[in-house]
């Protein structure tokens, strides 16, 4: 039972133009997600967070948006550049099990191309 | 400030083997859990520990185990090694009781031969 999914595994964007990363997740008692970004045999280094009593978090090039009626999230990258190319997960925890245990998306392989 | 170690990076070992991998977390971080990558089966949680005692456990079989030390630092042991426990194996360090962002390690990627 995948909990959270991440539908789209490849995305092409130019530089300079919006990435849309995209993340559903099933398990209503989610309250803290994350992404990272992950290149191979490496491991993921994290970008954003965002908790469930918000909608919104901007760090920087990387904002996160969180509509929880729908169960989505979103990773909006702007302006997108080359080395942003990796694979994007998306991940989820609870208060209830405990933050440390993520439940990850199956990753989005973003390619930016000059 | 240092990120999360892990040692070693890469090694081989085989079938019935059993081999043990070590993670220091970040300065301060208390909370060191372990995650497998494979292709197939994605991130997966394998265990958490803090203050030496594990809190939380994924749905792994019992040949994987762990321990954390009184300086936090972990290790993770996996017995009777299979060909399917090739994989990218992730170390977190998070702070701990408001750590609710996990920084991950580099990984040691195991292959099984």
């Known amino acids: 039972d995948q909990q959270v999914k991440q539908n789209s595994p490849s995305l092409s964007v130019q530089e300079g133009r919006i990435s849309i990363l995209n993340c559903d997740y099933t398990?209503?008692?989610?309250?803290?997600f994350l992404w990272y970004k992950k290149y191979p045999a490496e491991g993921p280094t994290f970008l954003i967070s965002?908790?469930?009593?918000?909608d919104k978090n901007e760090d920087g090039r990387f904002t996160v948006f969180l509509n929880k009626s729908a169960k989505h999230l979103s990773l909006h990258i702007v302006p997108s550049q080359p080395g942003d190319s990796a694979v994007y997960f998306c991940?989820?925890?609870?208060?209830?099990?405990?933050?440390?245990?993520?439940?990850f998306g199956t990753g989005t392989r973003l390619l930016v191309s000059p | 400030k240092a990120g999360v170690t892990q040692t070693p990076r890469y090694l081989i070992k085989t079938r019935g083997q059993q081999v043990t991998l070590s993670c220091s977390p970040i300065?301060?971080?208390?909370?060191v859990s372990w995650y497998q990558q494979t292709p197939g089966q994605g991130l997966q949680f394998l265990f958490e520990?803090?203050?030496?005692?594990?809190?939380n456990k994924g749905n792994f079989p019992g040949r994987f185990s762990g321990r954390q030390f009184s300086n936090s630092r972990s290790e993770m042991n996996v017995s009777t090694l299979e060909l399917g426990d090739s994989a990218l194996y992730l170390c977190?360090?998070?702070?701990?009781?408001?750590?609710?962002?996990?920084?991950f390690g580099e990984g040691s990627w195991l292959t099984v031969v």
């Open positions: 991940a989820a925890s609870t208060m209830n099990t405990g933050f440390q245990k993520l439940v």
């Open positions: 398990n209503s008692m989610f309250d803290y």
């Open positions: 300065s301060g971080h208390r909370s």
């Open positions: 977190a360090s998070s702070e701990d009781p408001s750590g609710n962002t996990i920084y």
């Open positions: 520990y803090f203050s030496e005692t594990q809190r």
């Open positions: 965002i908790s469930s009593i918000k």
